[in-house]
Each structure stands twice: as structure tokens, then as C-alpha cells.
């Protein structure tokens, strides 16, 4: 089995997130963006702290998570990158890009995002430098249009890690929802429930 070596590569896609838990939305974002993005491979990125101020799961639990859920895919085109630990909270997408193009001087990077994320981005800091530094590669969700962007024309199916976590906290099931690694990884540590 190969593992992953950025270094290798030119062409970097980027995804990030809060993964608070990856669930198979961001799976088949990540499968789609390697079958049809112009990358070499892919680099997961959990977010440290959330620049929006959102609570989230510890970092630790969702890293633990995002290698769980993303093991199901090549390994040899991706890479869990934990570099927002090392940076300044809030983590800021350009500075996250920053870090990575000191990491990776000769690699070209696209920030592989969902459609649905695409109106929020009016409210990141410094979304100039973050086009600079990685121009969006946008996947369709759920009948979202980015039509100023490249993209790809699929649209793949709604999916919330805030609709997992809500099904977690009524006892619901969460099978198909997130990969079965991650669904035992939650179970395991008893993640979401109501505080008792």
C-alpha cells in the first residue's frame, strides 16, 4: 500500500473543514474531486478553531474521525494534513494556505469546495489572498450554483454533520450517514449525546 507524499505532488487539492463528524457527503465530495479536479491529491484539513466562532468536538476526536472516515480512499492521493494545530486561532483559510505553500513550495493548490459553501465565503478574511493562493474547485450541492468558479456539473447529495450529530442526540440512527468506522468511532466515545 502507498502512502500519501504531498511533496510528490504539483497539483494539490485542498478540503477543509469542521468534520464535526466527516460524513459521506464530504467522502463523495472528496471522491469526486479526485476523479474529476485537475490535482495530483488531496489534502484533508480539519479546522483547529473555527474562524466563525462555532463550538466543535475536540480537534483530537476529529482528527481521529477524518482518518477514520477518509481511510476508505486511496491512500496513495490522500493525506490528513493537522497543520492547523500549529497556527494562530482562529483558523483563517489564508493562513492555513499560507503554512502550506511554505510547506510546499513547488506544488500549485485548489480549494476544493461544496456549492453550499460558496455564499458564505462574502464573510471569510481575506478571501482575496485565498483565491490567490487557491482558486476554488466547486462541486455541486444540492442545487447550488457557483457559476463565477470552475466546477464540476454533478450534484451530489445533501449531507450535514449537523444533521448527524442531531440524529446522535434524539437516539436515532446514524447508519449510511457517516462510514462505519466513524459511526463506531462515535458510538465508542459516546460523541453528541445530551450531556446527562
Known amino acids: 500500500m502507498t502512502r500519501a507524499d504531498p511533496t510528490r505532488w504539483s497539483r494539490i487539492g485542498v478540503l477543509g473543514g469542521s468534520f464535526d463528524p466527516p460524513h459521506c457527503g464530504h ?3 472528496a471522491t469526486y474531486a479526485l476523479a474529476v479536479a485537475p490535482i495530483d491529491g488531496l489534502l484533508i484539513v480539519p ?13 483530537e476526536h476529529r482528527l481521529a474521525m477524518v482518518r477514520a472516515g477518509f ?10 494534513s493537522e497543520i492547523e494545530r500549529d497556527l494562530p ?5 489564508y493562513r492555513t494556505l499560507e ?16 456549492s453550499d ?4 465565503t462574502s464573510r471569510w478574511t481575506n478571501l482575496p489572498r485565498v483565491l490567490e493562493l487557491a482558486p476554488f474547485f ?3 450541492r444540492g442545487g447550488h450554483d457557483a457559476p463565477e468558479h470552475e466546477h464540476a456539473p454533478l450534484d451530489l447529495p445533501e449531507a450535514s454533520s449537523t444533521a448527524v450529530r442531531a440524529r446522535v442526540r434524539e437516539g436515532l440512527a446514524i447508519t449510511g ?3 462505519r468506522d466513524v459511526e463506531d468511532y462515535v458510538r465508542a466515545h459516546g460523541l453528541y449525546r445530551e450531556p446527562t
Open 47 to 59: 479546522a483547529y478553531a473555527h474562524a466563525f466562532g462555532k463550538e466543535m468536538t475536540s480537534f
Open 117 to 120: 459553501i460558496v455564499k458564505d
Open 89 to 93: 486561532a482562529p483558523s483563517y483559510t
Open 177 to 179: 450517514l457517516v462510514s
Open 71 to 80: 481511510s476508505v480512499l486511496d491512500p496513495g492521493r490522500v493525506a490528513i
Open 138 to 140: 466547486v462541486i455541486g
Open 27 to 29: 467522502l463523495l465530495l
Open 99 to 114: 503554512a502550506l505553500a511554505a510547506q510546499l513550495p513547488r506544488a500549485r493548490f485548489r480549494w476544493i469546495v461544496g
